[in-house]
C-alpha cells in the first residue's frame, strides 16, 4: 500500500463475528471490541449483530459526536484495505453533520415540559374519576384515560431512551425508571434491550424481535420454516397452533392488539429476574413494584369485579391504538432474513419502514414516531424536527431511488391488514407439511 499501515480485507473482517472475537470497522479502521461488548451501554446485541462489518453509519446515528473520542482504545491497529463509502452514505453522513452544526440534536423544544403536564392532568383526573365518582360510565372513561395515559408515558420513555430529554444523565435516568417502570408496569431496560436490536436489525425477520410474534402473528411465510430467532435465541417453531392461530390472525389482529400489554408485562418480568446482565436491574424491580402496587390498589377501588375487569379491558383498548400504530410502521414494509450488514444499513431502515401521515396538530398524538423512517435513520434527533426534515429524506430518497412510504392511518391499517391476510391464507394451504391437529381438522373440514 506504500505506507506502514496494516491492512485487511472485509472478507478478513467478517472472520471475527463471534462474542469472543468481536471486531468492527468505522470508517476504514478496525476496532477490537469483544471485551467492551458486555459494557456497552446499548447492550451487545447491536455489536453482535453486526459484528465483522463496517459500521460508520450506525455508529454515526446512534453516537454523538464526543463518542468518537473513544474509539482510539479500541483500535487493532488494522485498516480497511478495500474501505469504500456509497453515495447514499455519503449524503447521508452529510446531512448528520449539518444538523449537528445546527444544533438540532440538543434542541429538543418544549415538547418534554408539555407532555408531562398532560401526563400529570391525565393521571390525576383517572384516579379522581375512580376515587371520588360514582357511575359505571365515568369509571370507564377513568380507564380510558388511564390507557391514554400510557401512551403518552411510552412516548416520553422512548425519548429520555434515545436522548436525554432531562439535563444530566442521572435525572434522565430516573426519568426513565418513573415514566416506564413505575407508571406503565413496562421496564425500560427490556425496551432498551429489544429497540436497539429492533433499530439495528430493521425487520429481519430472524434477528429483529419486532416481527417475532409466533404463535399469533406472522407478517410472511418466510416464518413457516421455524426460523431461529437470533434475539431469543431459541427457534419460532411454526407447529400446528401457529397454524391455526396465523390463518386467522388478520381477523385476530385487532384482538391480539387490545391484550398485548400483557405480553409486555411477561416480557418485563422474564428478563428483570433472568440471568442475563441487566443494567440497574434492582432500580428495574423497585419501579415494577411500584407499579404493581399502585395500579391494583386503584383497580381494587372500584365498586365490583365487573367494573374493575372493564375497568382494566378499557385502559388496555385504548392503549392498544398505540400498539397498533407500532405495527403499522413495519408489518407491511418488506422483511429479509439473516444478520444486518454495515455497508446497506441506510437502504434497510427506508426498506423496512413506512411513515404514517397526519395533520401536524396530531403530532403529540403520535409522538413524533409517525414519521418513523426520520426517527430511525436520526433516532437521537429529538421528534420536534421530525417533521421538518421530512421533505429532506423524502428528497433524498428520491435521489438514490428508495422507498419512501408515507401512508394515513386508515391505509396503513389496510396495508397491514393486507400483509397478514395474504400469510393467513398461505398458512391455511395443506400441502405445506405441517401436522394437523384435531382443532385444525374440525374448523377446515368443509374448507
Known sequence: MGDNKKYISSDELKKHNKSDDLWISIQGK??????WAKEHPGGDIPLMNLAGNDVTDAFIAFHPGSAWQHLDRFFNGYYLEDFKVSEVSKDYRRLVSEFS?????????????????????????????????????????????????????????????????????????????????????ISIAWWKWTHNAHHIACNSLDYDPDLQHLPFLAVSTKLFHSLTSQFYGRKLTFDPLSRFLVSYQHISYYPVMCVARVNLYLQTLLLLFSKRKVPDRAFNILGICVFWSWFPLLVSCLPNWNERVCF????????????????????????????????????????????????????????????????????????????????????????????????????????????????????????????????????????
Open 30 to 35: 478496525v476496532y477490537n471490541v469483544t471485551d
Open 101 to 185: 452544526k445546527a444544533g438540532m440534536f440538543e434542541k429538543k423544544g418544549h415538547g418534554v415540559i408539555y407532555s408531562l403536564c398532560l401526563v400529570a392532568l391525565l393521571l390525576f383526573t383517572c384516579v379522581y374519576g375512580v376515587l371520588c365518582c360514582n357511575g359505571f360510565w365515568v369509571h370507564m372513561l377513568s380507564g380510558g384515560l388511564l390507557g391514554f395515559l400510557w401512551m403518552q408515558v411510552a412516548y416520553l420513555g422512548h425519548d429520555s431512551g434515545h436522548y436525554q430529554i432531562m439535563t444530566t444523565r442521572g435525572f434522565n435516568k430516573v426519568a426513565q425508571i418513573l415514566t416506564g417502570n413505575c407508571l406503565t408496569g
Open 312 to 447: 382494566v379491558l378499557t385502559s388496555f383498548c385504548v392503549c392498544s391504538v398505540q400498539h397498533i400504530q407500532f405495527t403499522l410502521n413495519h408489518f407491511a414494509a418488506n422483511v429479509y432474513v439473516g444478520a444486518p450488514k454495515g455497508n446497506d444499513w441506510f437502504e434497510k431502515q427506508t426498506s423496512g419502514t413506512i411513515d404514517i401521515s397526519c395533520s401536524s396538530w396530531m403530532d403529540w398524538f403520535f409522538g413524533g414516531l409517525q414519521f418513523q423512517l426520520e426517527h430511525h435513520l436520526f433516532p437521537r434527533l429529538p421528534r420536534c424536527h421530525l417533521r421538518n426534515i421530512a421533505p429532506v429524506v423524502q428528497e433524498l430518497c428520491k435521489k438514490h431511488n428508495l422507498p419512501y412510504r408515507s401512508l394515513s392511518f386508515f391505509e396503513a391499517n389496510v396495508w397491514t391488514l393486507r400483509t397478514l391476510r395474504a400469510a393467513a391464507l398461505e398458512a391455511r394451504d395443506f400441502s405445506n407439511p405441517v401436522p394437523k391437529n384435531l382443532l385444525w381438522e374440525a374448523v377446515n373440514t368443509h374448507g
